[in-house]
């Protein structure tokens, strides 16, 4: 009995150690150890000789804990050992010797954090994200852009991200750019990000900030300068009109898409333009890859079922159900126009 446990443990142990291992390297989308961009090479650059250089300290002090645990066991007939305390020669060398390892690798980390934390020129493309739970408000000022989840970036360009956040604490994190920047309320932090090729580069939340902590997820599109004034070019146009029933269901009381949503150019029939701030902008909301904190691919279906009751997709959403408040039809002629929002 007592031996068949030991196998489990021993199988349980290695399936787990093969389990952490293979979520290192290989093409992961998130692999913070492949860097895409100058800021995170930067980073990757401390992080190899840094890493060697502690695994050479575990092997030794860990090395000598075996060879004591070997050489010195207790065996029986043995004498307690002589104790010894006060070995100064022994004391200053274990202090002095981490303490220069250390200083060391200050040398070549610190210069790093200055480069990281840089000021921004006129040149670098200033964005503004604002972290909500659980999506992020994505802002181009000069652009006059306003998007969500999802950044376009042009490749080889700096860009300043200016950072804060709507309620609690949430950590920008797209490991393939740059390394991590917390978004605190009522302050604003900073990060530089850039890639070298186009490409999407998926990124999360890396602080815990509440029941939907896991479904907040954010990408980052790089693309050639000439595709990102595409885009931006694209985004800046207000939205396409709803047709009239579709914008007399929007600003029925009961449902009042209005009241957390702005889209761009689109006016209640008392004229009041819709200007909510609670949820994410809707201008071109049929042009984004995924919705609901970059959880859900932006499918009809997908959306019908957000619409229909969204805290099922994502607990603790801002976004109501409105089970019972809209028919199949209703929610097919949202649908219908938020997915022509180009
Ligand atoms: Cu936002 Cu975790």
Known sequence: MRSRSKVWRTTALFA???????????????????????????????FDPV?????????????????????????????????????????????????????????FTIPVIFQLAGKPTGNDLRVNVTGHQWWWQVQYPAEKVTTANELHIPIGRKVYITLTS????????????????????????HLFIQADAPGTYLGQCAEYCGLSHANMHLRVVAETASDFNAWVQQESQPAGQPPPGVLALMTRPNIACNGCHTINGVKDSTGSPFVGTTGPNLTHFGSRDRFAGDTYDNTPGLLAQWIHDAPSLKPGSDMPSFAGKLTKQDIDALVAYLESLK
């Open 16 to 46: 787990g150690f093969a389990l952490l291992l293979s979520a290192c390297g290989g093409d992961k989308p998130q692999n913070t150890l492949d860097p895409a961009g100058p800021f995170s090479r930067k980073i990757d650059a401390l």
């Open 166 to 189: 709507n309620d609690v604490i949430h950590s920008f994190w797209v490991p393939r750019l740059a390394g991590k920047q917390d978004l605190e309320p009522k302050r604003t932090t």
């Open 51 to 107: 890493f060697w250089i502690a695994a050479a300290v575990f092997v030794l002090v860990e090395g000598l804990i075996v060879v004591a645990l070997v050489k010195f066991r207790h065996r029986p007939g043995n004498p307690v050992p002589k104790q010894v305390h006060g070995n100064k020669r022994l004391e200053i060398g274990w202090t002095l010797a981490p303490s220069l390892l250390l200083a060391g690798v200050a040398v």
